[in-house]
């Protein structure tokens, strides 16, 4: 661990005007961002005794080892350059308000011509209007269903949509009055949009006037003795009163608030949120976050932070109830009232109906902290056991805290893939996984023909690629200092933008065929050129390989050849599941009960699941590839037009120049490659045996 000390900056070096720091480690890694009114105080206090710190923050400032700030206008400016910042370094130490799943919004996409309700996760697109969120998705369907009696908007795909119009017959919904089918015409675009936007009104609060001209409507047509349509009428107000009854009304009719609340320990909080709209409650959201400072304010500062951090104007209410004011409440108003396009009110609920609503928020909060607490705290302590457990059976001189594992997969020492996974803290980082093509040794004179690969050679080679690029990227890191001002930054405001941020997949089958086009990972050393984050510049504590001594050796002399001395190795065995370190005879056997070995397990199995999907995805390629791949300039298009007129590769091979010009889209120079490529590869004719049908060699 690095002494604080080390790199503290003089106080007269650093600035008393508003501004945004990083924190970095050895490696030249983004580990934590914040911002300041005043840089000066902000920053000092983080160098006082290191007793006095939180525990979360000691840990942070011992394991960095330089500090970097950028000075900027105002407060609002920090902010929005500091939420721009955690998104493209994902800093470890900064508190992450995540979901553990996406959840779902009643969606009506108003951009189209015919609008459609559906069930929609995920980022906001432009043209839809979004309502919720919702707990489950199975509430949006039954509140949709009870609604399509009074509002029959489109609910199919384009698919059906599509098929229904070229039939001339509706779907389902369009007999039982569920739709109002303008695929084939009973209503025209401009009639089903005033549906459309009945319905998002409806959605949107304003519900009085609908239940009302429905009574009217059953009041006349019974009237005019027209009772049929009276009771449907009836059936329709019925609808919409259960649809109703199914939103707790809770504040007035015109109040649209979130009401956030928290319940914390000393080492984590839990966070939930009501979506309070028209009076009515849409939806509920909760997190559980480790916290990084006992200051509640500075947390509900990071909460509105992120989340409205990439939210619509139309998703920001004009309250929002939390259970502390931020720490800089104003710039938070401001912000948040810049992106609604109107005044935003950020307070505490004093008394009242809010005041009650908050209570009920933070009992959810208080349930949530202890459910979580009951299913994580072994878990948490099970990490940690684990990383400990690999130090003094591996005798590391620290715990594991970045793991990388490598797996080789192919069939017959064909499509050989590698894939590298990483653990951090214990846990799986999906976005910094890696999928290589191993390309092999050639042989021949023109080094043309692939040699079969092993798995010790395939192994030697993804280490050596993936090891060289870490100690290119590592000598290029220190040029930091001349973009940014390490220890000494720049007066000029952050040229950061939010499009210049790295958005790196985080569902583990992401990573590019090749290390050479990876997508950089969420954090570590700037390029200086591109204002991107390095790739391999963040070296592993533990390389994990999967297999036996052979593998293991293969490995450290990949290390050795690089010059890489702080990186520990070990293979994993699966047969026994022993644990072999480079150049030694006998494995290190792990308990069975070992939560070490079972992470080791867990990290190897992961590399192989991800391996084989890779491989699996090549093998699938391979197996459709055509005879006409490989000629410059014919494309699929034009291998589609070629097929069509000729109908088969047999037939084209017996095609000449002047036919294949007769195909458009075709000249002289591409019909002679076409010809020459097939005249090349023809396949020899075999001699058959025509009285037994033996194939003669």
Not at 18 to 36: C, E, L, Q, S, T
Request: charged letters at 30%.
């Amino acid at each position: 661990m690095a002494d604080p000390t080390t790199y503290r900056p003089k106080p007269g070096e650093i600035p008393t005007d508003p501004g945004v720091y990083r924190f970095r480690d050895a490696h030249g890694r983004v580990i934590y961002v914040g911002k300041a009114k005043s840089l000066r105080p902000r920053l000092s206090s983080y160098f006082q005794d290191i007793t006095a710190l939180h525990p979360r923050t000691a840990t942070m400032v011992t394991t960095a080892a330089s500090v970097e700030w950028t000075v900027v206008r105002t407060e609002v400016e920090a902010l929005q350059l500091e939420y721009s910042w955690i998104k493209e370094f994902d800093p470890r130490f900064n508190v992450k308000y995540r979901d553990d799943k996406s959840y779902p919004f009643l969606a009506v996409t108003m951009g189209e011509e015919f609008p459609r309700a559906q069930v929609m996760r995920g980022a906001k697109r432009k043209g839809t209007r979004y309502f919720g969120p919702y707990g489950h998705a199975w509430a949006i369907r039954e509140t949709l269903d009870l609604l399509l009696r009074v509002f029959p908007v489109r609910t199919c795909s384009s698919g059906v949509f599509k098929r229904a119009a070229a039939s001339g017959r509706p779907c389902l919904l369009g007999y039982i009055d569920k739709c109002s089918a303008p695929c084939v015409g009973r209503v025209t675009p401009e009639e089903h949009r005033a549906i459309a936007e009945d319905f998002c009104d409806f959605m949107g609060g304003n519900t009085a006037r609908f239940a009302k001209r429905l009574e009217n409507r059953m009041k006349q047509a019974a009237a005019e003795l027209d009772f049929e349509q009276a009771a449907r009428l009836r059936d329709d107000i019925g609808a919409l009163t259960k649809a109703l009854e199914k939103q707790t009304v809770v504040l007035g009719d015109a109040t649209d608030a979130d009401v956030f609340a928290l319940s914390d320990d000393d080492l984590e909080a839990a966070v939930q949120v009501f979506h309070v709209r028209g009076g009515r409650i849409r939806g509920q959201r909760g997190w559980v976050v480790e916290k990084e400072s006992e200051d509640v304010p500075t947390l509900v500062e990071h909460l509105l932070l992120q989340v409205y951090g990439d939210a619509d104007r139309d998703a920001i209410p004009r309250e929002v109830l939390v259970p502390a004011l931020p720490a800089d409440v104003d710039a938070v108003t401001e912000w948040l009232s810049s992106v609604r396009g109107s005044a935003v009110s950020v307070r505490v609920p004093q008394r009242g109906d809010k005041r009650t609503l908050m209570e009920t928020v933070r009992r959810n909060a208080d349930q949530s902290l202890a459910r979580h607490k009951v299913a994580r705290a072994g878990d948490l302590t099970l990490r940690s056991k684990a990383l400990q457990e690999l130090q003094d059976y591996l005798g590391l001189d620290d715990a594991p805290l970045r793991i990388e594992c490598y797996d080789v997969s192919h069939v017959q020492g064909t499509n050989v893939v590698a894939s590298m996974v990483v653990f951090e803290d214990g846990l799986a980082r999906k976005s910094e996984y890696r999928r290589f093509i191993v390309r092999g040794a050639t042989s021949g004179d023109d080094g043309a023909e692939p040699v079969t690969v092993d798995d010790t050679a395939a192994m030697r080679e993804v280490l050596t690629r993936r090891f060289r690029r870490y100690l290119e990227d590592a000598e290029g890191a220190g040029d930091l200092d001349l973009s940014t001002g390490v220890v000494g930054a720049s007066s000029e405001p952050a040229q950061t933008s939010a499009n210049d941020s790295t958005n790196s997949s985080t569902n583990g089958s992401s990573g590019s065929s090749d290390d050479d086009d990876d997508e950089p990972s969420a954090s570590g050393p700037i390029d200086p050129e591109t204002g991107r984050p390095r790739r391999f510049a963040y070296p592993p504590s533990l390389v994990v390989v999967d297999g036996g001594l052979p593998q293991v050796n293969a490995a450290q002399a990949v290390l050795d050849e690089l010059g890489i001395e702080e990186v520990a190795l070990v293979g994993l065995a699966k047969r026994l599941e022993e644990v072999w370190l480079p150049r030694e005879d006998h494995p290190v056997i792990l308990p069975r009960t070992s939560e070490g070995l079972y992470l080791l397990q867990r990290l190897r199995d992961e590399a192989h699941r991800f391996a084989i999907t890779f491989h699996r995805q090549r093998r699938s390629k391979a197996m459709t590839t055509s005879q006409l791949d490989g000629i410059p300039g014919l494309g699929a298009s034009r291998q589609k037009a070629l097929l069509r007129q000729f109908g088969s590769v047999k037939r084209l091979r017996a095609a000449d120049i002047a036919d294949i010009m007769a195909v458009p889209g075709f000249g002289r120079s591409l019909a002679s490659a076409v010809v020459s490529h097939l005249a090349e590869g023809a396949p020899q004719e075999p001699a058959v045996n025509l009285t037994t049908g033996e194939v003669l060699e």
